[in-house]
T-cell receptor
């Protein structure tokens, strides 16, 4: 089975802290994604990466950056966490192919106090 | 840009009955794919079913079927013989196939509760 692993299920941070959310996939997928999920808004794309060291902004990239130094690992960075970044963060990966589904991790519920 | 609309924030259904979850989409592209995912309270996103815009038949996967009406731009999920374990959030998503965009665009979701 494909596994997408997010390092933390719950995380509590303080305003202004630098926060790292880690995601690892074990299926050699080219594409990796970070979404945030908020009630009533569904999933919104923050960033995605289609290759090592390659990244593209999604729909809501402000306040976030990403890093992909190895194919299996995709990190989301909050440079200076703010309370409006309290959310559920979902990592996903997927192979090349327009009809291919995405595989998701279990999510990280981040609270910024 | 693509947009997915799910107009039912919450739905109730009796166990063993069928239920339809609505999804409409907006795109000017002709080649696209539609996906449905289930998210139980545990949080993981589970892929249910896929429909391509040029697929001649409506997709089916076990108790899940997709009522695809291209002219109306709708892709409703039908769950037959509901079970208690079907209680979850359900998300409709799409990807335009010819643009190289790899990400899925999601709707706001529908929370389904199956009652015994």
């Amino acid at each position: 089975d494909v596994k997408v692993t997010q390092s933390s299920r719950y995380l509590v941070k303080r305003t202004g802290e630098k926060v790292f959310l880690e995601c690892v996939q074990d299926m050699d997928h080219e594409n990796m994604f970070w979404y945030r999920q908020d009630p009533g808004l569904g999933l919104r794309l923050i960033y995605f990466s289609y290759d090592v060291k390659m990244k593209e902004k999604g729909d809501i990239p402000e306040g976030y950056s990403v890093s992909r130094e190895k194919k299996e690992r995709f990190s989301l960075i909050l440079e200076s966490a703010s309370t409006n970044q309290t959310s559920m963060y979902l990592c996903a990966s997927g192979p090349e192919g327009a009809r291919e589904k995405l595989f998701f991790g279990s999510g990280t519920q981040l609270s910024v106090l | 840009a693509q947009k997915i609309t799910q107009t039912q924030p919450g739905m109730f259904v009796q166990e063993k009955e069928a239920v339809t979850l609505d999804c409409t989409y907006d795109t000017s592209d002709q080649s696209y794919g539609l996906f449905w995912y289930k998210q139980p309270s545990s949080g993981e996103m589970i892929f249910l079913i896929y429909q391509g815009s040029y697929d001649e038949q409506n997709a089916t996967e076990g108790r899940y079927s997709l009522n695809f009406q291209k002219a109306r731009k709708s892709a409703n999920l039908v769950i037959s013989a509901s079970q208690l374990g079907d209680s979850a959030m359900y998300f409709c998503a799409m990807r335009v196939l010819d643009t190289g965009r790899r990400a899925l665009t999601f709707g706001s979701g529908t929370r389904l509760q199956v009652q015994p």
